[in-house]
């Protein structure tokens, strides 16, 4: 029993794990999936209702009904008399197993609650510690305690009325056996050995209906927690994986945006922020679906793809990336474990990933060492890690997110370096959101977006020499905010030049 448990509890994980992976991206960034504590708390709790406690359930029957057997065998009036009880204590369980079936539920969605602050904090811990946020962080994740806290003290009144009732109905029945059984003896109607093993199968028997109760208990904790596991396995993602749909959501970023973009042309998609650049990424990428209008591929509905199929022919170079547990092969490779090394290095090549051949072990230098870690690695390295890893699929598509928004001039130099080869070759239709404009520089064409429209579109030339061009006014408001941002404050000492009298 304990070996099939955890069959079940592995097939569950691993079926809730991919039930979250094809998910809509929206629905696990809200949290909504909560499956950490899905994988986790729920399946263990499921596991264990069906597993151990499933063997003491089957052995409290076969105690219950055995006992019942040999006590019917040697007094059937005495017997009737003791199962009064049971109709009671069944009513009682049933009340009781629907309340702990609710209250289950609530404790882990109260526990996944938790779990979600905890992480959340723990994963920008350095922020936290910058604003000294610990104080608030401790507060919120009380909070969360408390509530699990106030659900588990509310189970725990439930149980204790409930077992302290079947408890003493179990012994007030028991005495009232032995006194009625001992009237019966002094009449001669039984014998002293029949009452005294008459008594002993009702312990026995008791034992086994405890046994019953607390197993029926458990059984309802578990379908509590397997019933949050369950709605993740049934849910249907607005995006299906493997299936063509026209599903879309349910708000507007985007109104009256028209794009077309050439086979091998690279544009650039400029704006404020909030503007709805990011949107069309995610519109490209099909993380949500578009509500009105399409985003069409050579005139073909994009949803008429499979998410698989469209996204394997995009690559994606976001503005913060993220580096995998594993090698510096395999993070480039990410995704697709079958190229061969010398893909590998061409792509890293190609991204002027130079600085991986100066690392301990090359390629196969592990990203979890702490001198190859995440926050060992700088910007434009990972920067150009993630191009290495968007080039080695040979998109059609690549789409660029920002990627030297957070860099430093130097890293922004190798970076758009790397960019460069890129756009030279016309082979990969680009489409970048930027905001530097070293980086906008570089587009054949650049779309201004404002409030979700595009309202301005051309060459950098054309929108820099155009009157009343929005481009050249939120290019000149970034680069007063920039200037201001960074103007240092210079203080020049009085220095005596070789000139005499005159001063610096």
Avoid at 328 to 336: E, F, L, M, P, R
């Amino acid at each position: 029993m304990r070996m099939s448990g955890q069959r079940i509890v592995a097939r569950l994980r691993e079926r809730t794990y991919a039930a979250t992976l094809r998910q809509e991206v929206e629905f696990v960034e809200r949290g909504e999936g909560d499956a950490l504590s899905r994988l986790s708390v729920d399946s263990s709790i499921v596991g264990e209702s069906i597993t151990q406690n499933l063997s003491d359930g089957l052995r409290s029957v076969v105690m219950s009904f055995a006992g019942l057997g040999a006590m019917l065998y040697i007094s059937s009036h005495l017997t009737i008399l003791m199962l009064a009880i049971v109709p009671p204590i069944s009513l009682g369980a049933v009340f009781y197993g629907r309340y702990l079936k609710k209250l289950s539920n609530k404790t882990q969605e109260a526990l996944g609650d938790m779990s979600k602050v905890a992480q959340e904090a723990l994963a920008a811990l350095r922020t936290v510690q910058s604003f000294n946020a610990a104080p608030h962080e401790e507060n919120k994740f009380s909070e969360r305690v408390e509530r699990v806290l106030t659900l588990a003290r509310r189970e725990a009144i439930a149980s204790g009325i409930f077992f302290g009732s079947t408890g003493w109905s179990g012994n007030v029945a028991l005495l009232a056996l032995l006194g009625y059984g001992g009237s019966l003896v002094s009449h001669g109607q039984i014998s002293v050995g029949e009452l005294t093993s008459l008594l002993m199968y009702t312990v026995y028997v008791g034992s086994g209906l405890q046994m019953l109760t607390s197993f029926f208990t458990s059984i309802m904790r578990g379908i509590g927690a397997g019933t949050r596991i369950f709605e993740l396995l049934d849910r249907s993602p607005a995006i299906q994986p493997g299936v063509a749909t026209r599903r879309g959501a349910e708000w507007n970023v985007l109104e009256d945006f028209d794009l077309e973009v050439n086979v091998g042309e690279n544009v650039a998609i400029v704006g404020k922020s909030g503007g709805g650049k990011s949107s069309i990424h995610s519109l490209l990428l099909r993380y949500y679906n578009p509500v009105r209008g399409k985003v069409t591929y050579d005139g073909q509905d994009i949803r008429e793809f499979t998410p698989e199929s469209w996204r394997n022919i995009i690559g994606v170079v976001p503005q913060d990336p993220v580096l995998f547990t594993g090698t510096i092969a395999s993070n480039i490779a990410y995704g697709n474990e079958n190229f061969r090394r010398e893909q590998i290095e061409a792509a890293a090549r190609e991204a002027n990933c130079e600085f991986v051949w100066g690392l301990p072990d090359g390629f196969d230098t592990q990203t979890i060492n702490p001198s190859v870690g995440r926050l060992s690695l700088s910007g434009g390295q990972r920067q150009r890690l993630a191009i290495a890893r968007a080039l080695l699929k040979k998109p059609a598509i690549l789409a660029l997110d920002e990627a030297t928004s957070s860099l430093d001039a130097s890293a922004e130099r190798r970076v758009n370096d790397a960019i460069d080869k890129i756009l030279r070759s016309h082979h990969t239709t680009c489409l970048f959101v930027a905001h530097r404009l070293s980086t906008i520089a570089r587009a054949e064409r650049i779309v201004v977006l404002e409030d979700g429209r595009i309202t301005e579109t051309g060459t950098y030339r054309e929108l820099v020499q155009r009157e009343n061009s929005r481009f050249r006014t939120l290019m000149a408001t970034q680069l007063n905010a920039t200037v201001e941002d960074q103007r240092p404050e210079i203080v020049i000492p009085n220095v005596s030049t070789q000139r005499g009298d005159e001063h610096i």
